[in-house]
Structure formats: structure tokens, C-alpha cells
């Protein structure tokens, strides 16, 4: 039981998990402290249930039930299991969680859990050692440890954003903020943070995944999706974009961290699960291969996200929409990447997942990114069309606009077609695509401008292979790409998939494949979980369905 109550505290130790996740003693570690924090909390729930069950039986046939409320023991075990009834039934029972709003649950969580500890000190007395009597020693430290981490975080993790943007859409909203330099230390990318909106609620602190502007690493983004009491009072009080200020407390670190364990992650996401994929996305692209599965059934998320964020990197997008309402035709008539395939069904995991890996390790179905050749062309008409847009007179925000439509219109996100840069990070979208795509000169302006990298485009391409890069970097994924063509569709029946990912060696093969999934469906998170154990892939979860 002891262990139990320890993990039960230390996995909620916020910076001292952050700081252990740098140094070896993470390698001992359990990446998913909150499934450790609940497998502890459901034992400890069982153990007090039996333990006080077997208690009063023993003093009922001795006819010593009075003990019950006359001795420190009884009193003390009567107000524990009182306390864990009320801190663990509103996190496990699904009527309960459904009934109960999660602010209640929370606060009855961490308030009994403190009664509970504190109850636990009182049980049995330090007298009984070495046979007993460890109940103080080992509760106390875990109440003042836990209390000490939670003090650091507050005060030294805590930040106010004074200009926090807030973009507001039919499902749900999206925040902008500039975070400090000691924030971006902690975590470059990813990871997840607690967000409070003062003019919503002082008391209030809700956990959000965290996730990189596409052309700004110096702003964290968060997306709120309006399903809660909480969120659906923030949708209501913002009818329009606005700026606002709110406190984020972190980042700590999230289970899809772990992406970097792998060659090759399939990122699945279902609804705002979407958010700390594309940080794995942007972090890895260059050195890993990321694939993304994303189940989205509301419109407006899915026109927003592929509309405004990074989706080019060289593994599989598929995009799967599940809703009713009809997508707008510059989305569903949009010639994406070639990376990218937008599915209006649902998806079939069992054969996707299985699929995608049987496509990249045979070279059958590798999904390389658009061929660079057109991606440079409509570069060149990106260039042409800034120089006559500025003569019009239009304002910033409007040119970039135009620009979007245009290279949404050629089958491109506007930011996947600019190169990120560290001396780019305080510049504003239309000073870098014009200072990178200055190579085009006067010559795109009068529209006869062609790229030397067009006319040499194969020469470049028989030459990547003198060069000593990375085994996985895109210069090599380019060139055996260019080799062959797509044969296998991970959307699409492949019947050799599941056989031959089941004969992959599992010890240098499929150890360098990696599972994600972020969303709050169970049924998918069940599904995945079969999935993993089937193939024996690693599997790691981000939920906030607590």
C-alpha cells in the first residue's frame, strides 16, 4: 500500500517531473504518469474498501464495534474511507463524471485526497516500529513534498499574458500568446499547460495541450473546444476576436514527448487531439518521419487547422471527416500535398495503421512530400503576386490573405511553403516570405523568371546521394521517392499489410515504430490499445478526460 500512496502523490509533482524527465533517472520512469496516477488510485480505492471491510468483521464477532467511533484507529480509518469514496468514485464511475461538473470532481479530488493523508497520519501510531507505525512518516512527506511542488510551480511556473489574442469560432476558441524565455526553456515544443481567464473564473485552471505558432516558435497556441461548462462560458463571453489577458502555468511534460524514442510515429487524434500532434509534427519533421491519423467531425476546426497550421512533413495526413455539414469547396476540391488525403468517412484503424507501416518499411506507399519542382513554381507565383498586390494599396492582413487563397488554391498551405529560420522568428509572415523568395527578383514580376532548381531538378536529385546525411532525412526520402511511385494507399485495402507487419522483426524493426493518441474517446483509445498489443507497438495516450 505504501508504494501506492507515494506514486499516488509524486505523479502529480508537476516540476518535479519535468526536472527528473531531463536527467537519466528518466529511464527507469513511467512516461504516462497520469495512467500510473490512476492504476495507484484505483488499488489504494480496492486496498481501503477490503481493509476496512475485513476490520469491522474482525471487531463485529469480537463484539468491538464500538472501536469504530470510541478508538483514534477506527475514527481515523472511518474519515479515510469517507474521503476515498469522495476522491475516487467521481474520477471512475462514467455516470458520476457525466453527472458531476469537472470542477467539482476536481476540487473534491485534491481536497479529500489531503483529508484522506491527513486521516492516514493518525491511523496507527510511530510507537509500532519496526513492525508498523509508517503511516506518519510516510504521509507527512508526502503531503508536504506535494505541497512544496505545487508552491514552485505556482509561483516559479506561473505567468501572466497581458496580450493574449483570442480568435473565435462556431466550435470553439483559439488563444495566441507570446510566452517568456524561461517558458520556452522549459519546453521548445509541446507539452501541455493550465490556463486561467480571470475575467471568466479566478478559481478556475484548465488543462490544455500546447502547440507552436507555425511561423512564430516565440507564441504558444491553445485551442479550447466549446464542450464544457467552463469553455462553453468563455465561447459565450467572446462573440467576437478579441484580446484579453490569462495566466498558463507550465508547460510539463506530455506523454507525446516520447515521439522522439522513434523512427517512425503515427500520430492519432481525434477532434482538439489534433494540438500536440502538429507540435510533434513541427518539432521532428526534419529528422523523423510523423504520420497523422486526425478524426474530425466539426467543419469549422478542420477548415481553421488546415487552413492556418504546419501539415507538410514527409509522412501520411490523413484527415478523416466525420461530420454532417457540408465542407466548403475550397477544402474538398483542394489539391493538397501529395502527403496529404482528406477522407470524408470514418477511419478503419485495424487496416490504416497496419497499412501505413507495410507501405513505408516495403517503399510501396512512402509519402513524400509534393515534388519540390511545383512547390518552387507556385513560389515563383507567390513572389509575382505580392509585387501586385502592394501595388494595390492593400493592407498587411490582406495580402496575406490573398496569399493563402492562392496557395490553398494550388493544392498548398501559404506555411508550408516558408522555410522556418531562426533569424525569422520577430518577423511579421510578409517581411519573410518576401526577404526568402527575393531569389525570384524582377524576373517573376514580368512572369518569365524560371528557377535554376527546375532545370536541374534531376541533376540534384542523382547527386543526394554523395552527400552524408541523416538515414531518414528528406534528401534521401526525396531521391527514393522520385524512384518509384506510390503503390500502396494506406486508405485503401492492402491484404499482404497485416501479415507482414505480424512477421516484422519486433526488436529491430518495430521498436522504431511509435503509436500517439490524443482525444476523449475511449472507444479509440480501446481500439488503439488492441492494436498495439496485437503488433506489439508502444503505444502512448494524452487525454485531458478527467
Known sequence: MYPCIFLAFMTKCKATINFLMTTPFSLYMVHDQHELHSFCGKFLAIDVWVHTFFHCLRWGLQGNIDLLWTNIAGISGLVALLACVLVCLPMMVQRLMRLMSYEVRKFLHITFFYIFAIAMCFHNKTSAWPNGGYNQVILGFCIVYYTLDAAYVTFFMTEMIETTIFNVLPSGVQMTMAVSDNFQKTYAQGGYGYVCLPWVSKHQWHAFSLFEHPTNPNLRQVFMLNVGNWTSE??????????????????????????LAFDNTICVATGIGITPALSVIRAHRESRRINLIWAC?????????????WLNNDGWILIFYTGKEVLSPAVENAKFNSNIKLI??????????PNIIFGIETGKGVPEAAVPSEKLRVREMIAKKVWELEGEGLSEDEIIEELTFLAHEKGFLLSSLVDER???????????IKEQFAIYGNSARNGNYIPPELSSAS???????????????????????????VQSRPWEVQ??????????????????WGVMYCGGSKSVESKLRKISNKFDLELHTETFAW
Open 234 to 259: 468563455v465561447h459565450a463571453q467572446l462573440q467576437r476576436n478579441t484580446v484579453r489577458p490569462a495566466w498558463i502555468q507550465g508547460p510539463f511534460v506530455s506523454p507525446y514527448n516520447n515521439a
Open 297 to 309: 467531425r466539426d467543419v469549422a476546426m478542420l477548415e481553421f487547422f488546415m487552413d492556418h497550421l
Open 344 to 353: 470524408k468517412s470514418r477511419p478503419d484503424f485495424d487496416m490504416i495503421i
Open 422 to 432: 531562426a533569424e525569422d522568428r520577430n518577423k511579421n509572415l510578409l517581411q519573410v
Open 459 to 485: 541533376q540534384s536529385y542523382q547527386g543526394l546521394h554523395k552527400r552524408h546525411q541523416h538515414p531518414n532525412s528528406k534528401a534521401q526520402r526525396y531521391q527514393r521517392s522520385t524512384s518509384m511511385a
Open 495 to 512: 491484404p499482404a499489410a497485416e501479415h507482414f507487419v505480424l512477421a516484422l522483426d519486433k526488436k529491430r524493426i518495430l521498436n522504431t
